[in-house]
């Protein structure tokens, strides 16, 4: 399945490294807020959709 021009899998996995980065991050600092966490990587999930159209969109 794809959405705009990349699969499922891998807007998933870029989703999962923005989580893991910012976990890593807040463990470092000790203050892991799991809610944050969560939101930032699905938000980051949800945006890159239409950034990703554009993107395309521009390159036509």
Do not use: C, H, K
């Amino acid at each position: 399945m794809e959405l705009v021009g990349r699969t499922l899998r891998d807007r998933i996995v870029q989703a999962l490294v923005v989580f893991l980065t910012l976990l890593v991050i807040q463990y470092v600092q000790n203050s892991i807020e799991w809610g944050y966490l969560v939101s930032v990587a699905a938000l980051f999930f949800v945006i890159m959709i239409p950034l990703d159209a554009i993107r395309s969109r521009l390159e036509q």
